[in-house]
Protein backbone atom coordinates (compact mmCIF):
# COMPACT_ATOMS: atom_id res chain seq x y z
CA UNK A 1 0.00 0.00 0.00
CA UNK A 2 1.19 3.62 -0.88
CA UNK A 3 2.00 5.79 1.84
CA UNK A 4 -0.08 9.23 2.10
CA UNK A 5 1.99 12.08 1.18
CA UNK A 6 -1.05 14.45 1.66
CA UNK A 7 -0.50 16.59 5.12
CA UNK A 8 -3.16 16.14 7.67
CA UNK A 9 -4.85 18.43 10.12
CA UNK A 10 -3.93 17.07 13.40
CA UNK A 11 -2.25 19.62 16.51
CA UNK A 12 1.30 20.62 16.02
CA UNK A 13 3.26 22.25 18.65
CA UNK A 14 6.25 23.35 16.06
CA UNK A 15 9.61 21.89 16.43
CA UNK A 16 11.25 25.31 18.19
CA UNK A 17 8.53 24.05 21.37
CA UNK A 18 10.32 20.61 21.16
CA UNK A 19 13.65 22.18 21.21
CA UNK A 20 16.30 21.80 23.93
CA UNK A 21 18.92 23.58 22.01
CA UNK A 22 20.53 26.46 24.01
CA UNK A 23 19.67 28.86 21.58
CA UNK A 24 15.83 28.05 21.16
CA UNK A 25 14.86 30.66 23.34
CA UNK A 26 11.07 31.71 23.56
CA UNK A 27 9.55 34.13 20.90
CA UNK A 28 7.14 35.75 19.51
CA UNK A 29 6.65 35.01 15.45
CA UNK A 30 7.29 38.09 14.37
CA UNK A 31 10.98 37.11 15.40
CA UNK A 32 11.79 35.09 12.02
CA UNK A 33 10.93 37.27 9.57
CA UNK A 34 13.23 39.73 11.65
CA UNK A 35 15.99 37.42 11.62
CA UNK A 36 15.84 36.71 7.70
CA UNK A 37 16.00 40.23 7.20
CA UNK A 38 18.72 40.56 9.27
CA UNK A 39 20.77 37.58 7.79
CA UNK A 40 19.66 38.78 3.84
CA UNK A 41 21.61 41.67 5.08
CA UNK A 42 24.34 40.63 6.14
CA UNK A 43 25.16 38.35 3.50
CA UNK A 44 24.54 41.70 0.97
CA UNK A 45 26.81 43.17 3.14
CA UNK A 46 29.35 40.29 2.48
CA UNK A 47 28.81 40.66 -1.21
CA UNK A 48 29.29 44.01 -1.45
CA UNK A 49 32.34 43.96 0.79
CA UNK A 50 33.71 40.66 -1.20
CA UNK A 51 32.86 41.10 -4.82
CA UNK A 52 32.65 37.41 -5.61
CA UNK A 53 31.70 35.36 -2.40
CA UNK A 54 32.70 31.75 -2.12
CA UNK A 55 30.55 29.16 -0.61
CA UNK A 56 29.55 25.51 0.09
CA UNK A 57 25.66 24.64 1.21
CA UNK A 58 25.19 21.23 2.24
CA UNK A 59 21.81 20.17 2.09
CA UNK A 60 20.67 22.34 -0.74
CA UNK A 61 17.39 20.35 -1.75
CA UNK A 62 15.99 21.84 -4.88
CA UNK A 63 17.44 25.17 -4.16
CA UNK A 64 14.27 26.96 -4.18
CA UNK A 65 12.03 26.16 -1.25
CA UNK A 66 13.13 28.16 1.49
CA UNK A 67 16.45 28.57 0.29
CA UNK A 68 17.52 32.04 1.27
CA UNK A 69 20.62 31.54 -0.24
CA UNK A 70 19.10 31.02 -3.57
CA UNK A 71 18.84 35.17 -4.64
CA UNK A 72 22.63 35.82 -3.94
CA UNK A 73 23.66 32.43 -6.37
CA UNK A 74 21.74 33.23 -9.31
CA UNK A 75 23.43 36.81 -8.78
CA UNK A 76 26.45 35.32 -10.40
CA UNK A 77 28.18 37.10 -7.40
CA UNK A 78 28.75 33.48 -5.82
CA UNK A 79 30.95 30.56 -6.58
CA UNK A 80 30.64 27.35 -4.75
CA UNK A 81 29.19 23.89 -4.23
CA UNK A 82 26.09 22.62 -3.58
CA UNK A 83 25.80 19.33 -1.95
CA UNK A 84 22.55 17.63 -2.60
CA UNK A 85 22.36 13.25 -1.64
CA UNK A 86 18.57 12.93 -2.66
CA UNK A 87 18.21 12.07 -6.16
CA UNK A 88 15.03 13.56 -6.55
CA UNK A 89 15.89 16.71 -5.04
CA UNK A 90 19.02 16.66 -6.91
CA UNK A 91 17.18 16.64 -10.04
CA UNK A 92 15.55 19.82 -9.51
CA UNK A 93 18.41 21.56 -7.75
CA UNK A 94 19.97 20.66 -11.21
CA UNK A 95 17.41 22.51 -12.98
CA UNK A 96 17.45 25.56 -10.77
CA UNK A 97 20.35 26.49 -11.66
CA UNK A 98 20.88 25.47 -14.70
CA UNK A 99 23.12 28.17 -16.65
CA UNK A 100 24.09 29.67 -13.32
CA UNK A 101 28.32 29.78 -13.96
CA UNK A 102 30.45 29.09 -11.17
CA UNK A 103 28.45 26.07 -9.62
CA UNK A 104 29.26 22.34 -8.93
CA UNK A 105 26.90 20.12 -7.56
CA UNK A 106 27.85 17.34 -5.06
CA UNK A 107 25.80 14.29 -4.62
CA UNK A 108 27.82 12.67 -1.85
CA UNK A 109 26.57 13.61 1.56
CA UNK A 110 28.84 15.19 4.35
CA UNK A 111 29.47 13.01 7.64
CA UNK A 112 32.37 12.60 10.25
CA UNK A 113 33.85 10.41 8.10
CA UNK A 114 34.04 8.85 4.49
CA UNK A 115 32.50 5.85 3.43
CA UNK A 116 28.82 4.91 3.35
CA UNK A 117 25.65 5.14 5.33
CA UNK A 118 22.25 5.27 5.50
CA UNK A 119 20.14 8.60 4.11
CA UNK A 120 16.49 8.07 4.51
CA UNK A 121 14.82 10.31 1.93
CA UNK A 122 11.14 11.30 2.12
CA UNK A 123 9.31 10.60 -0.51
CA UNK A 124 6.88 13.29 -1.23
CA UNK A 125 8.70 15.42 1.49
CA UNK A 126 11.87 15.62 0.54
CA UNK A 127 12.89 18.26 2.70
CA UNK A 128 12.84 16.36 5.72
CA UNK A 129 15.70 13.53 4.33
CA UNK A 130 18.50 12.93 6.52
CA UNK A 131 20.50 10.74 7.99
CA UNK A 132 18.50 10.63 11.18
CA UNK A 133 15.32 8.93 11.35
CA UNK A 134 14.28 10.38 14.76
CA UNK A 135 14.60 14.00 13.68
CA UNK A 136 12.58 12.85 10.78
CA UNK A 137 9.87 11.36 12.59
CA UNK A 138 9.48 14.50 15.05
CA UNK A 139 7.32 15.94 12.05
CA UNK A 140 5.12 12.70 12.05
CA UNK A 141 1.86 14.09 13.59
CA UNK A 142 1.69 16.55 10.32
CA UNK A 143 1.36 13.43 8.35
CA UNK A 144 -0.55 10.03 8.10
CA UNK A 145 2.25 7.99 7.75
CA UNK A 146 5.18 9.77 8.02
CA UNK A 147 7.61 6.72 8.52
CA UNK A 148 5.73 5.00 5.53
CA UNK A 149 6.98 7.84 3.69
CA UNK A 150 10.74 7.29 4.53
CA UNK A 151 13.10 5.59 1.44
CA UNK A 152 16.32 4.45 2.95
CA UNK A 153 19.19 3.88 0.86
CA UNK A 154 23.08 3.82 0.70
CA UNK A 155 24.83 7.10 0.20
CA UNK A 156 28.75 7.84 -0.52
CA UNK A 157 30.00 10.37 2.32
CA UNK A 158 32.76 12.99 2.35
CA UNK A 159 33.48 14.92 5.39
CA UNK A 160 33.49 18.91 4.56
CA UNK A 161 37.36 19.36 4.91
CA UNK A 162 37.59 16.45 2.07
CA UNK A 163 35.04 17.94 -0.29
CA UNK A 164 36.38 21.59 0.36
CA UNK A 165 39.49 20.64 -0.47
CA UNK A 166 38.33 18.00 -3.80
CA UNK A 167 36.32 21.32 -5.25
CA UNK A 168 39.24 23.81 -4.89
CA UNK A 169 37.66 25.76 -1.94
CA UNK A 170 39.26 25.20 0.93
CA UNK A 171 38.18 28.40 2.52
CA UNK A 172 34.58 29.18 1.51
CA UNK A 173 33.72 32.25 2.40
CA UNK A 174 30.01 30.90 3.30
CA UNK A 175 29.27 27.80 4.31
CA UNK A 176 25.53 26.77 4.74
CA UNK A 177 24.17 23.76 6.36
CA UNK A 178 20.53 22.30 6.32
CA UNK A 179 21.05 18.78 7.51
CA UNK A 180 18.01 18.36 9.56
CA UNK A 181 19.26 17.22 12.91
CA UNK A 182 23.10 16.34 12.06
CA UNK A 183 24.00 19.98 11.20
CA UNK A 184 26.17 19.87 14.10
CA UNK A 185 28.00 17.00 13.14
CA UNK A 186 28.52 18.33 9.33
CA UNK A 187 30.31 21.34 10.88
CA UNK A 188 32.07 18.90 13.43
CA UNK A 189 33.91 17.89 10.25
CA UNK A 190 35.21 20.88 9.23
CA UNK A 191 38.66 22.80 10.24
CA UNK A 192 36.40 25.96 10.94
CA UNK A 193 39.47 27.57 13.54
CA UNK A 194 42.19 26.95 10.36
CA UNK A 195 39.47 27.60 7.19
CA UNK A 196 37.55 30.38 9.02
CA UNK A 197 34.78 31.23 7.01
CA UNK A 198 33.64 34.49 6.67
CA UNK A 199 29.88 33.91 7.69
CA UNK A 200 28.15 29.80 8.56
CA UNK A 201 24.67 29.24 8.67
CA UNK A 202 22.66 26.28 10.09
CA UNK A 203 19.55 24.83 11.64
CA UNK A 204 19.84 24.39 15.65
CA UNK A 205 16.39 23.39 16.57
CA UNK A 206 17.12 19.80 15.90
CA UNK A 207 20.06 19.76 18.42
CA UNK A 208 20.05 18.42 22.15
CA UNK A 209 21.24 20.82 24.61
CA UNK A 210 24.61 19.35 25.16
CA UNK A 211 25.29 19.08 21.62
CA UNK A 212 24.39 22.99 20.81
CA UNK A 213 26.25 23.95 23.89
CA UNK A 214 29.09 21.79 22.70
CA UNK A 215 28.95 23.60 19.22
CA UNK A 216 28.37 26.76 20.65
CA UNK A 217 31.38 26.98 22.73
CA UNK A 218 33.44 25.99 19.51
CA UNK A 219 31.92 28.88 17.72
CA UNK A 220 32.55 31.51 20.27
CA UNK A 221 36.13 30.19 20.99
CA UNK A 222 36.95 30.52 17.05
CA UNK A 223 36.03 34.38 17.21
CA UNK A 224 32.26 34.41 15.55
CA UNK A 225 29.14 36.48 16.87
CA UNK A 226 25.55 34.69 17.07
CA UNK A 227 22.96 35.85 15.75
CA UNK A 228 20.12 33.47 15.96
CA UNK A 229 16.20 32.99 15.99
CA UNK A 230 14.52 29.62 17.13
CA UNK A 231 15.29 27.49 14.34
CA UNK A 232 18.68 28.87 13.03
CA UNK A 233 22.02 30.22 13.53
CA UNK A 234 24.09 33.39 11.51
CA UNK A 235 27.76 32.86 12.56
CA UNK A 236 29.68 36.21 11.60
CA UNK A 237 33.14 36.14 12.30
CA UNK A 238 34.54 38.96 13.85
CA UNK A 239 36.28 41.37 11.83
CA UNK A 240 34.54 40.46 8.24
CA UNK A 241 31.90 42.98 8.91
CA UNK A 242 32.24 46.24 11.19
CA UNK A 243 32.06 44.96 14.59
CA UNK A 244 29.45 48.21 15.39
CA UNK A 245 27.22 46.37 12.04
CA UNK A 246 27.62 42.88 13.85
CA UNK A 247 26.74 43.77 17.00
CA UNK A 248 23.53 46.50 15.46
CA UNK A 249 22.15 43.42 13.60
CA UNK A 250 22.44 40.50 16.69
CA UNK A 251 20.83 43.59 18.99
CA UNK A 252 17.80 44.24 16.26
CA UNK A 253 17.04 40.42 16.79
CA UNK A 254 17.05 40.33 20.49
CA UNK A 255 14.83 43.33 20.44
CA UNK A 256 12.32 41.78 18.77
CA UNK A 257 13.25 38.51 20.81
CA UNK A 258 12.16 40.49 24.00
CA UNK A 259 9.00 41.95 22.56
Not at 122 to 145: C, M, N, Q, W
Not at 179 to 191: P, Q, T
Not at 217 to 237: K, P, T, W
Request: hydrophobic share 40%; charged share 25%.
Amino acid sequence: MKATTEPIARPWPGTARLSQSVWCQKEPRNTKAVFQAVQRHALAELTRALGTVSFIQVGANDGVEGDFLHPFIVSGAWRGVLVEPGDRARERLIQTYDGVAGLTIAPEAIWSESGTRTFYEVDGADELSSFSRETILVHAPKYADLAGMLRPRQVATLTLDDLADRHGISCPDVVAVDAEGCDDIVLGSFSIETRKPAMMLFEHVHLSAERSAALRQRILGAGYAEVFDRHDMLAIRRGVLPDALVDFLADVVQQAREN
